[in-house]
């Protein structure tokens, strides 16, 4: 997708630190971390939000799922535990329009969502 900030990445025109990847998966790290560590994992199919999520990708974020939990064990925080959070749309604050799923830890995270 044209002006896409993370299709970019996908397509190594804008960097990134790469955390992992294979044939339907980017994870790097956040640019603007609010955490010792944060993580986005995205599909690299370009799907806008939640809403657009489809039967035919249901594979792929279930991989997504066992991948941040890869993760999470590699960076040694699975025991005490982290956050996944996906914004979408207005209200939740999506920024970029493409699916992502924040894997923050490394700290002791507030207990409010809101
Ligand atoms: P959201 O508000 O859920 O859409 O989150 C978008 C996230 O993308 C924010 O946490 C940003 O810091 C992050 N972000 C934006 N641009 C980049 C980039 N070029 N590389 C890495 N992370 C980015
Ligand atoms: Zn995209």
Same mark, same amino acid.
């Given at each position: 997708m044209e002006n896409c900030i993370f299709c970019k990445i996908i397509k190594g025109e804008i960097p990134s630190t790469k955390i992992y990847e294979d044939d339907e998966i980017l994870a790097f790290n956040d %640019?603007?971390? %609010?955490?010792p560590i944060h993580i986005l994992i995205i599909p #690299? #199919?370009? %799907? !806008?939000? *939640?809403?657009? %999520? *489809? !039967?035919?990708?249901e594979l792929t974020i279930g991989k997504i799922h066992t991948t941040i939990a890869k993760i999470a064990k590699e960076k040694g925080i699975a025991e005490k535990g982290y956050r996944i959070i996906t914004n979408c749309g207005e209200d939740a604050g999506q920024e970029v329009k493409h699916l992502h799923f924040h894997l923050i830890g490394g700290t002791k995270l507030g207990t409010k969502i809101i």
């Open positions: %640019i603007n971390p %609010i955490a #690299k #199919k370009h %799907i !806008q939000s *939640t809403n657009e %999520i *489809t !039967q035919e990708d």
